[in-house]
Protein backbone atom coordinates (compact mmCIF):
# COMPACT_ATOMS: atom_id res chain seq x y z
CA UNK A 1 0.00 0.00 0.00
CA UNK A 2 1.89 3.35 -0.99
CA UNK A 3 2.07 6.50 1.58
CA UNK A 4 -0.40 8.38 -0.10
CA UNK A 5 -3.00 5.62 -0.32
CA UNK A 6 -2.99 4.85 3.55
CA UNK A 7 -3.00 9.10 3.88
CA UNK A 8 -6.09 9.17 1.67
CA UNK A 9 -7.76 6.03 3.70
CA UNK A 10 -6.57 7.55 7.24
CA UNK A 11 -6.62 11.46 6.58
CA UNK A 12 -8.20 12.41 3.67
CA UNK A 13 -11.71 10.32 4.30
CA UNK A 14 -12.46 12.11 7.56
CA UNK A 15 -11.75 15.48 6.25
CA UNK A 16 -13.85 15.13 3.44
CA UNK A 17 -16.55 13.68 5.70
CA UNK A 18 -16.73 16.24 7.60
CA UNK A 19 -16.48 19.34 5.61
CA UNK A 20 -19.35 17.99 3.00
CA UNK A 21 -21.14 15.58 5.45
CA UNK A 22 -20.93 12.79 3.70
CA UNK A 23 -22.98 10.13 5.29
CA UNK A 24 -20.70 7.08 4.72
CA UNK A 25 -16.83 6.35 3.36
CA UNK A 26 -17.99 5.40 -0.08
CA UNK A 27 -19.44 8.33 -0.67
CA UNK A 28 -16.87 10.99 -0.39
CA UNK A 29 -14.92 11.62 -4.00
CA UNK A 30 -11.80 9.21 -5.25
CA UNK A 31 -9.49 9.31 -7.87
CA UNK A 32 -10.59 6.34 -10.35
CA UNK A 33 -8.13 6.61 -12.89
CA UNK A 34 -5.11 8.35 -14.44
CA UNK A 35 -4.92 8.70 -18.14
CA UNK A 36 -1.48 9.35 -19.93
CA UNK A 37 -1.75 10.79 -23.64
CA UNK A 38 1.08 11.48 -26.01
CA UNK A 39 0.31 12.70 -29.32
CA UNK A 40 2.83 11.68 -31.78
CA UNK A 41 1.06 12.59 -35.08
CA UNK A 42 3.39 15.76 -36.10
CA UNK A 43 6.12 12.83 -35.20
CA UNK A 44 4.62 10.06 -38.04
CA UNK A 45 5.34 11.96 -40.82
CA UNK A 46 9.67 12.18 -39.96
CA UNK A 47 11.52 9.57 -41.97
CA UNK A 48 12.38 7.49 -39.11
CA UNK A 49 9.45 7.23 -37.56
CA UNK A 50 9.36 3.50 -36.37
CA UNK A 51 12.48 4.60 -34.57
CA UNK A 52 11.07 7.14 -32.62
CA UNK A 53 8.24 5.25 -31.23
CA UNK A 54 10.52 2.75 -29.90
CA UNK A 55 12.00 5.11 -27.94
CA UNK A 56 8.92 7.03 -26.82
CA UNK A 57 7.65 3.37 -26.10
CA UNK A 58 10.49 2.66 -23.91
CA UNK A 59 10.14 6.38 -22.77
CA UNK A 60 6.49 6.20 -21.45
CA UNK A 61 6.77 2.92 -20.64
CA UNK A 62 9.59 3.38 -18.28
CA UNK A 63 7.76 6.63 -16.61
CA UNK A 64 4.55 4.80 -15.95
CA UNK A 65 5.40 1.58 -15.45
CA UNK A 66 3.19 0.27 -17.75
CA UNK A 67 2.96 -0.55 -21.64
CA UNK A 68 1.43 2.12 -23.40
CA UNK A 69 -1.62 1.67 -26.14
CA UNK A 70 -1.19 3.31 -29.46
CA UNK A 71 -4.17 4.84 -31.07
CA UNK A 72 -4.66 5.28 -34.45
CA UNK A 73 -6.95 7.69 -36.84
CA UNK A 74 -10.23 6.72 -37.48
CA UNK A 75 -10.64 9.08 -40.45
CA UNK A 76 -8.34 10.86 -43.12
CA UNK A 77 -7.80 14.64 -42.01
CA UNK A 78 -5.65 16.26 -45.58
CA UNK A 79 -5.20 19.12 -44.00
CA UNK A 80 -2.92 17.82 -41.26
CA UNK A 81 -1.14 15.19 -43.20
CA UNK A 82 -3.25 12.11 -41.87
CA UNK A 83 -4.63 8.93 -42.79
CA UNK A 84 -7.26 6.21 -41.53
CA UNK A 85 -5.33 4.05 -39.42
CA UNK A 86 -2.07 5.97 -38.82
CA UNK A 87 -0.87 5.48 -35.36
CA UNK A 88 -1.18 9.65 -33.62
CA UNK A 89 -0.81 8.77 -30.19
CA UNK A 90 -0.14 6.73 -27.50
CA UNK A 91 -2.40 6.20 -24.33
CA UNK A 92 -1.58 4.50 -20.96
CA UNK A 93 -4.60 4.14 -18.29
CA UNK A 94 -3.55 3.95 -14.91
CA UNK A 95 -5.35 2.73 -12.25
CA UNK A 96 -5.13 1.51 -8.04
CA UNK A 97 -1.99 1.15 -6.60
CA UNK A 98 -0.31 2.04 -9.68
CA UNK A 99 -2.19 5.41 -9.82
CA UNK A 100 -1.56 6.54 -6.41
CA UNK A 101 2.33 5.90 -6.70
CA UNK A 102 2.49 8.19 -10.39
CA UNK A 103 0.41 11.04 -8.19
CA UNK A 104 3.12 10.73 -5.49
CA UNK A 105 6.00 10.91 -8.17
CA UNK A 106 4.01 13.25 -9.32
CA UNK A 107 3.56 15.87 -6.50
CA UNK A 108 6.63 15.26 -4.63
CA UNK A 109 9.72 14.69 -7.41
CA UNK A 110 8.28 15.67 -10.76
CA UNK A 111 6.41 18.81 -10.88
CA UNK A 112 8.90 20.66 -8.12
CA UNK A 113 11.65 19.54 -11.12
CA UNK A 114 9.37 21.63 -13.95
CA UNK A 115 11.25 24.71 -15.02
CA UNK A 116 9.52 27.93 -13.51
CA UNK A 117 6.71 25.75 -11.60
CA UNK A 118 4.53 28.34 -9.47
CA UNK A 119 2.03 25.72 -9.47
CA UNK A 120 -0.84 24.25 -10.54
CA UNK A 121 -3.90 26.84 -11.71
CA UNK A 122 -7.56 25.78 -10.24
CA UNK A 123 -8.71 26.24 -13.56
CA UNK A 124 -7.13 22.89 -14.91
CA UNK A 125 -10.20 21.07 -12.89
CA UNK A 126 -12.88 20.78 -15.45
CA UNK A 127 -16.95 20.79 -14.28
CA UNK A 128 -16.59 16.74 -14.20
CA UNK A 129 -14.03 16.97 -11.41
CA UNK A 130 -11.11 16.00 -13.42
CA UNK A 131 -7.59 17.55 -12.97
CA UNK A 132 -6.04 18.55 -16.42
CA UNK A 133 -1.70 18.96 -16.57
CA UNK A 134 0.66 19.07 -19.75
CA UNK A 135 3.70 18.15 -19.13
CA UNK A 136 6.15 20.05 -21.99
CA UNK A 137 9.40 18.18 -21.79
CA UNK A 138 9.15 14.47 -20.47
CA UNK A 139 13.38 14.49 -18.86
CA UNK A 140 11.64 16.06 -15.98
CA UNK A 141 10.50 12.84 -14.68
CA UNK A 142 13.70 11.16 -12.82
CA UNK A 143 13.42 7.52 -14.80
CA UNK A 144 14.51 9.23 -18.03
CA UNK A 145 18.61 9.59 -18.27
CA UNK A 146 19.18 13.08 -20.11
CA UNK A 147 22.16 11.29 -21.65
CA UNK A 148 19.99 8.12 -23.26
CA UNK A 149 16.98 10.43 -25.25
CA UNK A 150 16.61 11.41 -28.55
CA UNK A 151 14.26 13.97 -28.62
CA UNK A 152 11.76 15.49 -26.00
CA UNK A 153 8.58 15.50 -26.34
CA UNK A 154 5.31 16.99 -24.16
CA UNK A 155 1.97 14.24 -22.64
CA UNK A 156 -0.72 15.17 -21.04
CA UNK A 157 -1.57 13.74 -17.65
CA UNK A 158 -5.65 13.66 -16.81
CA UNK A 159 -6.47 12.84 -12.83
CA UNK A 160 -10.05 11.44 -13.05
CA UNK A 161 -12.12 11.53 -10.01
CA UNK A 162 -15.90 10.68 -9.17
CA UNK A 163 -16.17 14.28 -7.34
CA UNK A 164 -20.11 15.60 -8.11
CA UNK A 165 -19.15 19.65 -7.75
CA UNK A 166 -15.72 21.07 -9.00
CA UNK A 167 -15.36 22.59 -5.88
CA UNK A 168 -15.57 18.56 -3.72
CA UNK A 169 -12.71 17.89 -6.35
CA UNK A 170 -10.61 20.85 -5.81
CA UNK A 171 -10.72 19.77 -2.05
CA UNK A 172 -9.73 16.50 -2.34
CA UNK A 173 -6.85 17.70 -4.58
CA UNK A 174 -5.54 19.95 -2.20
CA UNK A 175 -5.72 17.56 0.89
CA UNK A 176 -3.71 15.00 -1.45
CA UNK A 177 -1.20 18.00 -1.84
CA UNK A 178 -1.23 18.57 -5.47
CA UNK A 179 0.60 22.18 -5.19
CA UNK A 180 -2.21 24.78 -6.68
CA UNK A 181 -1.03 28.31 -7.74
CA UNK A 182 -1.87 30.48 -4.76
CA UNK A 183 -4.26 33.50 -5.33
CA UNK A 184 -3.92 37.06 -4.35
Known amino acids: MTMLFKKY ?40 FDKNLEFIL ?15 AK ?17 ITLRRLKMYDFIQRLINIVLPRMKDFRGISVN ?26 KFDFGFQISIVSNAKTKEEAIELYKLL ?8
Open 9 to 48: KEEIIPKMKEKFDYNSDSAVPKIEKIVVNVGIGRLSQQPN
Open 58 to 72: NDIALITGQKPALTS
Open 75 to 91: KSIAGFKIRAGQTIGLK
Open 124 to 149: NVDESGNLNIGIKEHIIFPEISADTI
Open 177 to 184: RIPFKKHG
